[in-house]
């Protein structure tokens, strides 16, 4: 997707018309946040502090997941859930009432076109009779 975006900008800023004009703004506006990124990373060292956040913050994740098996505990947590889930669907036939109501629903939205469609034929009977009638 992203390389089809960039053959599309590309194509655009040839374009001598509102097209071309807006995808080169678009790419200065581009080129100007990337050097303003830049400068901001050079005075504050944002990247590098990120870094060592997220080595941090994993670490620490790790930690307490061996402290407390929280990876284990939640994949538990996660599997009863969905069989609990599972269970009430089953019980209260939840698949089996939902398709019941959706037969239902589409059942009527066709009787409704089913009358739609012989009110409109019987129409157009009457007015060929009249039609008919009127020649005559």
């Known amino acids: 997707m992203g390389l089809l975006l960039g053959f599309a900008a590309a194509y655009a800023t040839q374009r001598n018309d509102a097209w071309g004009d807006s ?17 901001v990373n050079e005075k504050h060292n944002l990247v590098e502090r990120s870094r060592r ?9 790790h930690d307490l997941d061996r ?6 505990k939640t994949i538990e947590v996660v599997h009863m859930a969905w069989e609990i889930t599972c ?9 089996q009432r939902s398709l019941d109501g959706t037969n239902t629903a ?5 009787e409704q076109l089913e009358k739609k469609i012989q009110e409109s034929q019987q129409r157009r009977e009457q007015e ?9």
């Open 106 to 110: 589409i059942m009527w939205i066709m």
């Open 23 to 39: 995808a080169r703004a678009l790419g200065h506006v581009a080129l100007t946040a990337q050097e303003q990124a830049h400068v």
């Open 53 to 61: 956040v997220a080595q941090q913050t994993l670490r620490r994740a």
């Open 67 to 72: 402290k407390y098996n929280i990876r284990t």
């Open 87 to 95: 269970e009430f669907v089953t019980k209260h036939k939840l698949i």
């Open 128 to 136: 060929s009779l009249q039609s008919n009638t009127r020649q005559h």
